[in-house]
Structure formats: structure tokens, C-alpha cells
């Protein structure tokens, strides 16, 4: 059983940074795929970046490539997502997400997850605005 809770989240101007963290009250992270996913203002969530277990398997969406990293620490438990040079387009609540079962890819975790997860966290606020 996992609880997981994002922070870092907030109101930066465009080009600015943050980083976003993922990390548990409840179990521990290290044998899960884990994804950032993020939902705009009227659209639908989608896949922003997925880390599986293995650290070599890492995928981002096309439109964060270059700006965004994310990694991992199992010793601290942590999931990160540095995001640099945003833009306004990069507002929206991001999920942190785990799954240990269904996916095996980080490419499937980010594209495939409408088709069940097993774990979200609450979500934090992301705003890019001058």
C-alpha cells in the first residue's frame, strides 16, 4: 500500500524553475515504476515523464524534452521532476503515480495509464504566469 504525496509545486514566471518531489506517508518507493502526469485547465492528464525501477528506462513526453529531468533516490525515497525554462503551457496540477504490476516500460506507464493506476497522489499546483 502506497500514499504518495507530491510538494514543490507553485507560482513561477515564465522561463523560471521548480522541482517537483514525490515521496510516501505510507510504504516505500523503490521497486515502483513512478510518472509525473499533469492536467491543464480544461484538458485531459497526461504523461509527462515516467521513471521505471530500472533507471535506464526513462521516458518524457515530446514537449518537456530538454527542459525537463526526472530521477530518482531510493536511499531517501524520493522521486524528483526538475523543471527548467517553463513555460506557460506547463500550468496544471501534476500527479505524482505508481504502478508495480501493470507496466512494463516507463513508455507505457506515461501513454498507457488511462488504462488503470494503481496509485496517485493528491496532486500539486504548477502555475506559470508573468
Known amino acids: 500500500q502506497l500514499q504518495l504525496v507530491e510538494s514543490g509545486g507553485g507560482l513561477v514566471n515564465p522561463g523560471g524553475s521548480l522541482r517537483l518531489s514525490c515521496t510516501t506517508s505510507e510504504g516505500t518507493l523503490e521497486d515502483y515504476p513512478v510518472g509525473w502526469f499533469r492536467q491543464a485547465p480544461g484538458k485531459e492528464r497526461e504523461g509527462v515523464s515516467c521513471?521505471?525501477?530500472?533507471?535506464?528506462?526513462?521516458y518524457y513526453t515530446d514537449s518537456v524534452k530538454g527542459r525537463f529531468t526526472i530521477s530518482r533516490d531510493n536511499a531517501k525515497n524520493m522521486v524528483y521532476l526538475q523543471m527548467n525554462n517553463l513555460h506557460a503551457e506547463d500550468t496544471g496540477i501534476y500527479y505524482c503515480?505508481?504502478?508495480?504490476?501493470?507496466?512494463?516500460?516507463?513508455?507505457?506507464?506515461?501513454?498507457?495509464?488511462?488504462?488503470?493506476?494503481?496509485?496517485w497522489g493528491k496532486g500539486t499546483l504548477v502555475n506559470v504566469s508573468s
Open positions: 521513471i521505471h525501477s530500472e533507471h535506464h528506462f526513462i
Open positions: 503515480a505508481a504502478d508495480q504490476q501493470r507496466f512494463s516500460t516507463a513508455d507505457n506507464m506515461c501513454l498507457m495509464w488511462n488504462y488503470g493506476m494503481q496509485y
